[in-house]
């Protein structure tokens, strides 16, 4: 089993940045893709952003396009998400997720139910 630790949430304000940061261990080799999602109070899960593990394909949601960008550094076995021009909107606990799924369709299908590891999540909060 893939274990992943999130790190890097915090208070900004809004048209701030910040950078999370998940670092995976266990046996990484069998992990396909990365995502990013997060979770607000009284709201579902929902799906920010996703990164091949061995490739430069990306998946962005609506909402963070062209704000949010997601990395990764397999040496490292580290994967990023830097956030700029950061709204209110945008609080939420941010939870890192691992999918086996060798898919390339399914990869774009941003479904929870393909990640099978999660970190325990980071809080990030946007407010002046």
């Known amino acids: 089993q893939v274990q992943l630790v999130e790190s890097g949430g915090g208070l900004v304000q809004p048209g701030g940045s910040l950078r999370l940061s998940c670092a995976a261990s266990?046996?990484?080799?069998?992990?396909?893709?990365m995502g990013w999602f997060r979770q607000a109070p009284g709201q579902d899960r929902e799906f920010v952003a996703a990164i091949m593990w061995s490739g430069d394909n990306t998946n962005y949601a609506d909402s963070v396009e062209g704000r949010f960008t997601i990395s990764r550094d397999n040496a490292e076995n580290t994967v990023y998400l830097q956030m700029n021009s950061l709204k209110p909107e945008d609080t939420a606990v941010y939870y890192c997720?691992?999918?086996?799924?060798?898919?390339?369709?399914?990869?774009?299908?941003?479904?929870?139910?393909?990640?099978?590891?999660w970190g325990r999540g980071t809080q990030v909060t946007v407010s002046s």
């Open positions: 266990g046996p990484t080799f069998t992990v396909y893709a």
């Open positions: 997720g691992a999918s086996r799924v060798y898919s390339y369709s399914r990869f774009l299908d941003r479904a929870l139910k393909d990640y099978d590891s």
